[in-house]
């Protein structure tokens, strides 16, 4: 087993790599947490090309688990020193450090946590500890509170309310209009069943970043998608919808135990016409209220209340409130890095919404 060793304490606290299979899966099974899995942490290792951690505290009442992953700071264009061992760190969505068993003493043994972390991350060179974090689960002494950022508020449905009261209570008129319209024009919907229907809906995505102009970042290989086809089956799935035997629109869904995330979508707009998006998130929501499932997550807008955000809102009132964890470790360092930021692109202060502040570009400033 690669366990990287921490502080001495009582309690064993140990750092996985995704090299340690069986520990990672008993440590923080996907149904506890799908985004924090081996499975997914192994794909983003591969397509980010940055190391998985799980940084684990047990007791024998209680077990916290803390995906993150690791990112060289040499490699930053105003640095490129291959000696540069200095770190920073970000989770995968909807993450940050779980509960994955407690007892009524949990608050006890999270107490000092955030502080265990912060000992991790000076001891091995982490100058920025970055958190994507699950609005579903409660940090209370975890975290630093001062470090946590509200960022803004996503769309969630409630799975419990039955077809009927789903479609009554949670979506709107307009919703439920279009939906009605995609089954009126025969629209019908399935899941991705061979290599074919991924390379379909990486079409369609990529077709979607093309017309956005998104940069480089948010355009995703192929090989992301048959990664999470082959190797989540489980727990992944790309809904599909079909218009005269032609896929297109789609989305890409994770879920875990009682809880589905809609990670990506993609559609054609040559048939926006005929509502496909409506009538696969409609689907996708039958099915996992079926699937015994009690809540999803539907997430955000690019901006506060754009479209992409009402369309959302259009299948529930109900919000979560999204936040992220941005703490930094070595305050030093940090100022230094921003320093060598402002010299390389000649601009006096990097974005102030984005952290760490030195892996921003001048055009999010």
């Known amino acids: 087993m690669h366990r990287e060793s921490i502080v001495p304490a009582v309690s064993p606290q140990y750092v996985l790599t995704t090299a340690d299979a069986d520990e990672w899966r008993r440590a923080l099974p996907a149904d506890v947490c799908v985004m924090g899995s081996l499975e997914y942490a192994r794909i983003i290792e591969r397509h980010c090309g940055f190391a998985a951690r799980l940084f684990v505290l047990e007791t024998e009442q209680s077990s916290i688990a803390y995906p993150f992953f690791v990112r060289p700071i040499g490699t930053l264009p105003f640095v490129k020193d291959d000696n540069d061992i200095r770190l920073d760190t970000f989770t995968p969505e909807y993450t940050g450090p779980l509960f994955v068993r407690s007892d009524s003493q949990q608050n006890s043994h999270a107490t000092g946590f955030a502080e265990q972390i912060a000992r991790y991350c000076r001891d091995n060179g982490i100058v920025a500890e970055f958190a994507h974090l ?48 995609a089954e ?61 035997g032609r896929v297109v629109a789609g989305g890409l869904y994770f879920h875990g135990g009682t809880d589905v995330y809609w990670h990506l979508s993609a559609v054609d707009l040559e048939f926006a016409n005929v ?62 890095l921003i320093d060598a930021w402002s010299a390389y692109y000649g601009v006096a202060h990097p974005c102030a919404g984005f952290f760490p502040a030195y892996r921003s570009t001048p055009d999010e400033s």
């Open 184 to 244: 009126k024009a025969g629209v019908r919907v399935r899941w991705s069943s061979s290599l074919d229907d991924v390379r379909a809906f990486y079409c369609l995505h990529a077709g979607t970043m093309d017309r956005r102009q998104a940069k480089d970042c948010y355009r995703i290989p192929l090989e992301y998608f048959v990664a999470i086809f082959e190797s989540m089956p489980d727990h992944a799935f790309m809904a599909l919808a079909e218009y005269q």
């Open 275 to 336: 509502r496909p998006v409506n009538k696969y998130v409609w689907e996708t929501l039958l099915w996992a209220m079926g699937a015994g499932k009690q809540r999803m997550l539907l997430g955000g807008g690019y901006k506060p209340d754009d479209g992409v955000f009402r369309f959302k809102a259009g299948f529930s009132p109900l919000r979560a409130r999204f936040s992220t964890y941005q703490r930094i470790h070595d305050a030093h360092d940090y100022k230094d």
């Open 134 to 181: 699950s609005p579903w689960h409660d940090f209370g002494d975890l975290l630093d509170p001062a470090c946590v950022m509200v960022n803004r508020d996503i769309v969630q449905v409630d799975l419990t309310l039955g077809e009927a009261g789903l479609w009554t209570k949670s979506l709107t008129s307009d919703t439920r209009r279009q939906t009605r319209q």
